[in-house]
């Protein structure tokens, strides 16, 4: 693949505060000299043979193909950032920041903050949308390559000293202020209406359990936090269990393949929360087994190993004082300080 070069998007004399000289060296000298690093590399990888060729070369050239590769496509924003005056925002524009953000003050303050972060230092200061989350986030990189995976940058601002040291010198907050007066808010408001419309990565469908009503460990440690009663059954296999050293702390474990043993003990008046290992497929049938006599069941999604990585508090499986093999009413105390990740 050969890169092509991309024309000036902004109209350098119509820029306030920013010259054509600074525009002209910068798409020269820095976007030109990116575009044509990125097509050595990537004609040097292209002609050599990766199955002979030593691994550390290859890796080289591909670190070196990617940060190019980033460089190029993050300075032909840049330069599609300028152009207008700065102030006059879109109204979607302005609602989606203010969504996000929760005001647009809020947003540029918190963009030229990152921004004087990073003077004296190269890198880029970007406003970016991201599917997974359908949000706006501004962020900063150290480098050309650590732009948001899966993040589609929506304006850019370089930090990099030659954006702004032949004409502004040692004062990169004059350069910041300039580049504020200059955003070309309509072609934003393009970018990010084409971003908005990129699907988010799927997510897992439990297809089997698709009516069943589920719950996420957040809304479950919520509960427990604000006092709300709420009857948690770990239900991981019993030849799992046997194994296993810790569990959810406010939770009991009780076999799934005894239901009809330990149904007695629920009430019907509070709602029941079922999980097993990962989330798939026991804790989802026993909530499925109580639904049908008449409890408010839903399963735990992402299960034991769910409630894990988000810190949630554990203890020991053989601890009946207030887990473990208890009794299925027992509550947690409100007070209790839930934040802490500790095994207990
Ligand atoms: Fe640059």
């Not at 005056?85 to 953000?101: C, H, K, N, S, V």
């Not at 004409?167 to 350069?175: D, L, M, Q, S, T």
């Not at 069943?212 to 957040?218: N, Q």
Request: with cysteine; glycine share 8%.
């Amino acid at each position: 693949m050969r890169y092509k070069i991309a024309p000036l998007f902004c109209r350098p004399w119509t820029l306030n505060g920013i010259s054509p000289r600074l525009i002209e060296s910068h798409y020269e000298n820095d976007y030109g000299n990116a575009l044509s690093s990125l097509n050595a590399a990537t004609a040097e990888l292209e002609a050599l043979d990766p199955a002979t060729t030593p691994a550390a070369l290859i890796h080289r050239l591909k670190r070196d193909e990617a940060a190019l590769l980033n460089s190029t496509l993050l300075h032909e924003l840049y330069f599609a950032s300028l152009g207008g005056d700065g102030r006059t925002l879109p109204e979607p524009m302005a609602q989606a920041i203010a969504r996000d953000f929760g005001s647009v003050k809020r947003w540029r303050d918190e963009f030229i903050a990152l921004a004087h972060g990073l003077a004296g230092g190269p890198g880029w200061v970007l406003l970016t949308y991201v599917p997974r989350d359908a949000r706006l986030i501004n962020h900063t990189t150290a480098g050309h390559e650590q732009s948001l995976a899966g993040g589609i940058p929506i304006l850019a601002l370089d930090m990099y000293e030659h954006a702004y040291h032949l004409e502004f010198g040692a004062n990169p907050a004059a350069y910041v202020a300039a580049f504020m007066r200059n955003i070309e808010w309509d072609t934003a408001l393009q970018r990010y209406q084409n971003a908005v419309k990129v699907e988010p990565p799927p997510r897992l469908i439990q297809k089997q359990f698709a009516d069943i009503p589920s719950i996420t460990v957040e809304e479950v440690k919520g509960m427990i936090e604000s006092g709300r009663p709420v009857q948690i059954i770990d239900t991981r296999p019993r030849h799992y269990s046997t194994r296993a050293h810790e569990i959810m702390r406010g939770a009991v474990w009780r076999d799934p393949e005894r239901v009809d043993e330990w149904i007695g003990e629920l009430s019907k008046a509070e709602p029941v929360v079922t999980f097993c290992v990962y989330g798939f497929h026991i804790g989802c049938e026993t909530a499925v087994t109580l639904r049908k006599v008449g409890f408010d069941a839903r399963y735990l999604v992402g299960g034991h190993y769910a409630w894990k990585a988000i810190k949630g508090p554990l203890t020991l499986l053989d601890d009946t004082s207030s887990s473990g093999f208890g009794p299925v009413m027992q509550r947690i105390r409100p007070e209790e300080p839930l934040a802490d990740p500790q095994l207990e």
